[in-house]
């Protein structure tokens, strides 16, 4: 699902990241790159605590997808998770999302990528967050940012009511596929562009794009990092010790 925060005229010159290098377009992963949490467990916390469930209840439904997310079955948790939404309004979930974003603080940035990133704006480049998260967390983050386009996992609507069901999640080679069409709509090379990721499924992405940013240690991108000659940024995990 694809959503404009701030339209940039298709013309919009490389920008300045800061670090030595020009880039049209920046591609940036959100959960623990752009952001030092995890938004869909977060989200999904305040979600089942605006229903009145209790704490209990809430470790039981985010340990079974803790445990499903260590599993050999990496859509097997991205089902589960879309299915804890079956029966909400869509734009009621959207209010949630934007109470749940108000009430982080300052340290939800992870600050060596989001400082990037902002420089890389400020300079003329187009920023596009690209997540497996759902609408309702990716769109106040992408307008906080100042992101000019953002896409997220497309939820199952009818009439307006989710199905608990996820017909595009936005993941693995699905984010690789949402780069190329932002190239072709904007006439830009894949060698102009960078893009920030801080996991084994982000790989697509970032081959995707002239310039891949690797954020933390995982061994897979840590390996392809060595390969490409990719820049290496610390991890948003430990940035975020201490503040929970």
Not at 54 to 82: I, K, N, Q, T
Not at 105 to 134: I, K, N, T
Request: contains cysteine.
């Amino acid at each position: 699902m694809a959503r404009d925060a701030r339209r940039a005229s298709h013309g919009a010159g490389p920008g300045d990241t800061g670090v030595g290098e020009l880039h049209a377009i920046v591609f940036v992963d959100v959960d623990e790159t752009l952001l030092t949490i995890n938004s869909m467990s977060s989200f999904l916390v305040a979600h089942l605590r605006a229903r009145g469930r209790s704490s209990d209840e809430v470790r039981a439904v985010v340990g079974h997808l803790a445990a499903l997310d260590r599993g050999p079955d990496r859509g097997a948790v991205s089902r589960a998770y879309y299915a804890t939404f079956a029966g909400e309004r869509a734009d009621e979930l959207g209010a949630l999302g934007e109470r749940w974003f108000a009430g982080l603080g300052p340290d939800v940035w992870h600050a060596p990528v989001a400082d990037e990133v902002a420089a890389a704006r400020d300079a003329g480049a187009l920023v596009v967050l690209v997540s497996g998260a759902p609408p309702a967390t990716v769109a106040p983050v992408a307008r906080a940012v100042g992101a000019h386009a953002w896409f997220a996992t497309l939820q199952e609507q009818r009439d307006g009511v989710l199905t608990g069901a996820a017909t595009d999640v936005v993941v693995g080679e699905s984010k690789a596929r949402v780069v190329r069409a932002v190239l072709r709509d904007r006439g830009v090379r894949g060698e102009d562009c960078v893009a920030y990721g801080d996991h084994a499924s982000d790989l697509p992405m970032l081959e995707a794009v002239g310039t891949g940013v690797v954020v933390g240690d995982d061994p897979v991108l840590a390996s392809a990092a060595a390969r490409h000659g990719w820049r290496l940024l610390p991890s948003a995990r430990g940035a975020r010790a201490g503040l929970d």
